[in-house]
């Protein structure tokens, strides 16, 4: 316990320095709250998930990862914490999802699709990975939003088809008398773990979730903090 706070008492003095420090992870974790660690869990099982449906989807559309370009690049650019969208002209999450089934399109549409997923949960999570004891939480209501979007995408992505009545991007199918439903079911999980992060926050914070009356069919984009 003594070296612990020792450890704390010379990152706080370094602190104060124009010295940037780096706290052991032993350390930083002292300053977490058990809200903050579960905040974290769902976040990195939000990205987990949209990394395996961006790899999931250029299997079933080969054709839309750009010439010299590898998919494991692909993941990786979605790591950042501010994603470099310069190749779609820079747009709000919202516009990007929609931009990946636009007929006038013809760049990558699975990287548009699921960069646009990421960037609108990056906003949700105010662009943030870690969560120490004095940073404030996400907004529950950016996060509840957040996975009525990923159910509005989910809806694009099941229903936009081309003029020739196929799929703009090929996701859930049938292969013989299988039918592969593994598209759905990640963003369901997707939608899920948001929708029990966002009842927790709003408990935590004594607050009502204002559940936006939608149709099924509904293509309306919520606020996310952008």
Excluded: W
């Amino acid at each position: 316990m003594g070296r612990h706070l020792a450890g704390i008492a010379c990152v706080i003095v370094l602190s104060g320095c124009a010295i940037p420090v780096k706290a052991p992870d032993e350390v930083r974790n002292l300053a977490k709250s058990d809200t903050a660690f579960f905040v974290e869990a769902v976040r990195e099982q939000i990205d987990g998930g949209l990394r395996e449906l961006l790899v999931k989807l250029y299997k079933r559309n080969p054709v839309q990862l750009p010439d010299g370009m590898q998919v494991a690049t692909r993941v990786e650019q979605l790591k950042a914490p501010r994603l470099n969208l310069q190749e779609f002209g820079n747009p709000q999450p919202d516009a990007l999802i929609r931009l990946a089934f636009d007929d006038q399109f013809s760049g990558d549409r699975v990287y548009a699709f699921v960069a646009g997923l990421q960037s609108m949960v990056n906003h949700a999570f105010d662009h943030r990975r870690e969560f120490l004891l004095l940073d404030d939480l996400p907004t529950a209501q950016f996060i509840y939003n957040s996975a009525r979007n990923v159910e509005t995408a989910a809806y694009l992505l099941r229903t936009r088809v081309t003029d020739a009545g196929q799929p703009v991007i090929y996701a859930d199918g049938v292969s013989g008398d299988v039918l592969n439903a593994s598209y759905s079911q990640l963003l369901g999980q997707l939608i899920g773990v948001q929708d029990t992060l966002a009842m927790t926050l709003a408990k935590k914070d004594q607050r009502t979730l204002n559940a936006v009356a939608r149709g099924v069919a509904s293509t309306l984009f919520l606020p996310v903090g952008f």
